[in-house]
């Protein structure tokens, strides 16, 4: 009897949520769905805080769910969902060298302003001035947010840079279509890999 009645108000709450969620004519102010915070759900079946924080709430998982269609990616629902959604945001800006601004932008530009309205954090402007301010890593350390770097050879200088997100797809912008995810797999990408690095975020 008293699971029926957790299970009623667990509906009931779904139920209410998805209604005060899709108000007809209700402006929506962000493009991807707005990352809920903890539910009470898992509280009501008798679940443990513990339980709670490891698995995603289900507003989580529909997030999660979204960015990875967007983005053509495989997520381990637990990436960073401002960077997630940033990167989204950023989706489609057409090149512009030297910019870094929503109307066009290059690779560094990219990079520096997804770092800034991400983690706050200010980079170096040019990819090869990033490189020597990273922490190196092996590339099959990479994590999501981590920068990645591109050159024509041994000896050439580092002419490329973009944000590693999962399943070897990083965010770049590239001088054929702007800003989009590409697959380091992709033999252009594989052949001109050259490292991996880190930034210090607090």
Request: charged letters at 20%.
């Amino acid at each position: 009897m008293k699971n029926s009645i957790l299970y009623c108000l667990a509906a009931a709450s779904l139920t209410l949520s998805f209604f005060f969620e899709h108000v007809p004519g209700a402006q929506r102010h962000q493009a991807a769905p707005v990352a809920a915070e903890a539910s009470l759900l898992p509280e009501l079946l008798g679940e443990s805080k513990t339980d709670a924080v490891t698995t995603p709430s289900y507003r989580d998982s529909l997030t999660y769910k979204y960015y990875s269609q967007t983005l053509g990616l495989k997520l381990a629902y637990r990436e960073n969902q401002d960077l997630l959604r940033t990167i989204t945001d950023w989706v489609g800006t057409p090149y512009r060298y030297g910019s870094n601004t929503r109307r066009g932008t290059d690779c560094s530009g990219f990079v520096t302003r997804v770092f800034k309205e991400v983690y706050g954090i200010t980079l170096q402007r040019s990819s090869r001035s990033m490189f020597q301010s990273v922490k190196h890593i092996a590339k099959s350390e990479m994590q999501a947010g981590d920068l990645v770097f591109f050159r024509r050879g041994p000896g050439q200088p580092i002419y490329h840079v973009g944000i590693y997100l999962s399943d070897a797809k990083f965010a770049h912008s590239a001088t054929n279509g702007g800003v989009m995810v590409s697959s380091l797999r992709q033999p252009y990408y594989q052949r001109n890999f050259y490292a991996a690095g880190r930034v210090a975020v607090d």
